[in-house]
């Protein structure tokens, strides 16, 4: 089975330019949800989608950040304009869905340096 | 969200066991205790997680206070690849994960 697919691994951009992450979350996984990294720190929750329904945004900064996951399979996290704060590991993860008590399955992450 | 404590860092010898501790007095009756590992440039990966009942897997063991207010992750014994960040964490009723900045494990040769 394949496991949840990030792109790309790397991107380096410079601070005001506009960047795209895309996931491909584990087939007949229903949830899926994009978690923000920090240096030294643990995952932070920025979205979490059932299908295609966005049902935890709370934590998403909406002034720059967006997502999509348009027909419930794969998904696009957006940056535009991105800030040097921005520089960070997005770590896409998927699960069978909601009612689903088990585990995350997690990608092996996108990190973003903005200079 | 339900908090977690865990110590920053833990070191142990290879093929000794370890026990990484967790307390989380705040925890609701309702809330699952999810423990998640990460290698260094690797997403988390799940380990196990349990609700009263002391659990078994094949990568650990998850042993729960009666009063569910700490929990104990229990690798039998330690292996290089053990080496990594263990994450204790919370899952809501809105199966919500909130991780902290969990344990450092470093295992010595």
């Known amino acids: 089975e394949a496991g949840v697919v990030q792109s790309p691994r790397y991107k380096i951009i410079e601070k005001k330019q506009p960047v795209a992450f895309w996931c491909n979350p584990i087939s007949g996984h229903n949830t899926l949800y994009w978690y923000l990294q920090n240096l030294g720190q643990g995952p932070e929750l920025l979205i979490r989608?059932?299908?295609?329904?966005?049902?935890?945004d709370s934590q998403l900064p909406k002034d720059r950040f967006s997502a999509e996951r348009l027909k419930g399979v794969d998904s696009t996290l957006k940056i535009q304009p991105a800030e040097l704060g921005d520089s960070a590991v997005y770590l896409c993860?998927?699960?069978?869905?909601?009612?689903?008590?088990?585990?995350?399955?997690f990608g092996e992450g996108s990190r973003l340096t903005v200079l | 969200d339900a908090k977690t404590t865990q110590p920053n860092s833990m070191e142990s010898n290879e093929e000794e066991p370890v026990h990484l501790p967790c307390n989380h007095s705040?925890?609701?009756?309702?809330?699952?205790i999810h423990w998640y590992r990460q290698l260094p440039s690797q997403g988390p990966e799940y380990v196990i997680h349990?609700?009263?009942s002391n659990v078994n897997n094949r990568m650990a063991s998850l042993a729960i206070a009666e009063d569910r207010k700490s929990s104990t992750l229990i690798l039998h014994r330690a292996t290089l690849r053990d080496a990594a960040v263990y994450y204790c964490?919370?899952?809501?009723?809105?199966?919500?994960?909130?991780f902290g900045k969990g344990t450092l494990l470093t295992v010595n040769p």
């Open positions: 349990g609700l009263t």
């Open positions: 705040t925890i609701s009756g309702t809330d699952y």
């Open positions: 964490i919370l899952r809501d009723s809105n199966y919500k994960l909130t």
């Open positions: 989608y059932e299908n295609e329904e966005a049902v935890d």
């Open positions: 993860a998927s699960s069978r869905g909601r009612g689903h008590i088990g585990e995350l399955f």
